[in-house]
C-alpha cells in the first residue's frame, strides 16, 4: 500500500535548484523520521537527507552539506528537499522513505526504513 508520494522532480541547469515534496498518506506520519535517498544510473542507493520527526534534527551526506536543505511540515503531512547548486551529479531518481523510529542517527540503513515512494526524477543538465 502506498504511503509516501514524491512529486517536484525535473529537468534543470547546472547550478539551478529544484524543491522535492513528499507527501505522507497514513495518520502516523508525523512520528517518525523522514529521508530522501537518491538512486544515480549505475550507482548504489544513497542516504541523501534526513529530519527527525519534531524538525529537532536533521543530517545529510557530505556531498549535499550546504547545499540541500531538509524541512517538514506536520500539520501538512509533507516533507521537502529544497535542492540548491544543482550539479549533473545530483542526476538521480529521488525517494523519500520513512524510518522506524523519531530519529535519524548517524546513518542511512535502508533496513531501517519500513516505507519508501515510488520515487521522483532529477535530471541536472545544460
Known amino acids: 500500500q502506498l504511503q509516501l508520494v514524491e512529486s517536484g522532480g525535473g529537468l534543470v541547469q547546472p547550478g539551478g535548484s529544484l524543491k522535492l515534496s513528499c507527501r505522507g498518506l497514513t495518520e502516523t506520519w508525523g512520528y517518525y523520521a523522514i529521508a530522501w535517498f537518491r538512486r544515480a544510473p549505475g550507482k548504489e542507493r544513497e542516504g541523501v537527507s534526513c529530519i527527525s520527526s519534531s524538525s529537532d534534527s536533521s543530517v545529510h551526506t557530505s556531498s549535499v552539506k550546504g547545499r540541500f536543505t531538509i524541512s517538514r511540515d506536520n500539520t501538512k503531512n509533507t516533507a521537502y528537499l529544497q535542492m540548491d547548486s544543482l550539479t549533473p551529479e545530483d542526476t538521480a531518481v529521488y525517494y523519500c522513505?520513512?524510518?522506524?523510529?523519531?530519529?535519524?542517527?548517524?546513518?542511512?540503513?535502508?533496513?531501517?526504513?519500513?516505507?519508501w515512494g515510488q520515487g521522483t526524477q532529477v535530471t541536472v543538465s545544460s
Open positions: 522513505a520513512r524510518k522506524s523510529v523519531h530519529y535519524c542517527g548517524d546513518s542511512f540503513r535502508p533496513n531501517e526504513y519500513s516505507s
